[in-house]
């Protein structure tokens, strides 16, 4: 795995060096996706192979989202960048802040950085209309959980002392995304490797499990038309922390492309349980704003 | 891992290539969404009045037979979407007119440097010539499900 990041780094630099320099905003309405809730280029949990913004393999894009998302107990904001070179690879930077609001956790605020890198292996999603093969991307998110806030009474302070055995740690995953425009589709999936908890924001690892899983994410859109798609998503998550009893995240989306420089993205979200504090189901309104060229 | 890698690639390529010929429906049902031949024809003079007022791609056809280009155009659409139409899919150039002339989808653009940008661009102005003529965008999408597999040929740069 450490071959890679140089191995990208070249293509990096080869991809700028061919890309022109000015974004050509040349992609089809749409086929950047939106932000995930990690900053990477995909639905609203789930990244996709799709390569973040408008520029195409001569050129590239970036863009900047907030996504707010307000449960019974919880609130969880993410602001970030991303960048899209050559439609080939994709750099994002995320911040995450989660919040609590109901006692005894209404103090509660961790911060969380995620770097993530993209890079699409092979297959076009939305011109090989007459073959079977996807999109293929294959990532890496680097999460560094900032620490706890708020539960300073309990002597708390760092993920570590909720029973994560560390406070960073890496995302691997591979996603196919393909378009099926007979039938008004995406489809995505992808499988992730991951020791997160919660993301990382209660740490990585834990007193429950401390190995690596891979874990399924499913993503399914349909497009209503060139500015509207309707999907829903479902992202399985690991349980490592005896403190928290950690489900899958599910959500329903409409996502609105009124411009290639803007977009809104409204939906349902399922977080599941957060925490053996708040035994309680964690859904509610999932909001993001993507704004780039 | 990178040989494995290389080797799925290779195979996936095999396999796309096999594939590449674009099969027209075999109903008529996307035909008789986009209204038949008449309403395939306002299309397609909305698609080439758009085309040739975009500032992204209208300096491509200015070599080119608009009108001939047009009636290809209708004869192509109605074909893939199941209607009871032949594309002849040759192309006559009023350039070399009297120089063995009538040339095919790959080589009529194998010089024109066109990009993906580019290709989108059409792709986009034909969505909103269908939009214009209300056309459902499940029956837009077929056709353009269709014609995406031609930015192969059609993408030289």
Redesign the interface.
């Known amino acids: 795995m450490k071959k890679i990041i140089p191995a990208v780094m070249a293509v990096l630099v080869g991809g700028a060096a061919s890309a022109q320099s000015t974004p050509?905003?040349?992609?089809?309405?749409a086929t950047g996706g939106v932000s995930q809730v990690e900053g990477a280029g995909g639905g609203g949990i789930t990244p996709w192979a799709l390569i973040s913004g408008y520029g195409?393999?001569?050129?590239w894009g970036a863009n900047a989202h907030y996504t707010y998302i307000n449960t019974q107990d919880y609130k969880l904001g993410s602001y970030g960048v991303a960048i899209g070179i050559a439609?080939r690879l994709e750099l994002s930077f995320a911040n995450q802040e989660f919040k609590g609001s109901l006692a005894p956790l209404d103090k509660l605020n961790i911060k969380q950085d995620i770097v993530g890198l993209k890079y699409k292996?092979?297959?076009?999603a939305?011109?090989?209309?007459?073959?079977w093969?996807p999109q293929v991307a294959i990532g890496i998110m680097y999460k560094k959980n900032k620490g706890v806030r708020g539960l300073e009474a309990l002597g708390v302070t760092n993920v570590k002392q909720l029973g994560a055995k560390n406070d960073s740690g890496y995302d691997y995953y591979v996603s196919a995304t393909k378009l099926?425009?007979?039938q008004?589709l995406l489809l995505n999936a992808t499988l992730r490797a991951t020791r997160a908890n919660q993301m990382g924001l209660l740490g990585f690892g834990g007193d429950r499990n401390d190995s690596t899983r891979l874990m399924p994410e499913f993503s399914a859109a349909y497009?209503?038309?060139?500015q509207l798609a309707l999907g829903a998503e479902y992202r399985r998550k690991p349980h490592n922390l005896g403190v928290d009893d950690e489900k899958a995240y599910y959500d329903a989306f409409l996502a609105w492309f009124p411009t290639k420089n803007f977009s809104v993205t409204a939906a349902y979200a399922n977080l599941g349980d957060i925490t053996v504090f708040n035994p309680k189901k964690q859904k509610g309104l999932y909001l993001s704003v993507q704004a780039g060229f | 891992m990178k040989k494995f890698?290389t080797r799925v690639?290779c195979s996936?390529?095999f396999?796309?290539s096999l594939?590449?010929?674009?099969t027209p429906y075999t109903d008529d049902a996307t035909y008789q969404g986009l209204g038949g031949k008449e309403g395939i024809k306002k299309i397609v003079d909305t698609f080439v009045t758009l085309v040739l007022a975009d500032p992204r791609i209208k300096d491509n056809f200015t070599d080119f037979d608009i009108p001939q280009i047009n009636a290809r155009l209708q004869e192509q659409f109605c074909e893939f979407a199941g209607g009871p139409c032949k594309y002849t899919g040759k192309y006559r150039d009023k350039t070399m007119d009297g120089v063995g002339t009538v040339r095919d989808m790959k080589t009529v653009h194998q010089d024109l440097k066109i990009?993906?940008?580019?290709f989108?661009?059409l792709?986009?102005d034909l969505?909103i010539a269908m939009?214009q003529h209300k056309v459902p965008?499940?029956v837009a999408?077929?056709l353009?499900?269709?014609l995406?597999?031609m930015?192969?040929d059609i993408v030289t740069?």
């Open positions: 050509d905003m040349g992609k089809l309405l195409t393999r001569d050129s439609d292996v092979l297959g076009d939305v011109y090989e209309q007459d073959v093969v099926y425009l007979e008004s497009l209503i038309n060139r | 890698i690639g996936l390529l396999v796309s594939a590449m010929a674009q990009t993906n940008a580019m989108n661009a792709t986009e969505q939009e965008s499940s999408l077929k353009v499900a269709k995406a597999p930015q192969r740069k």
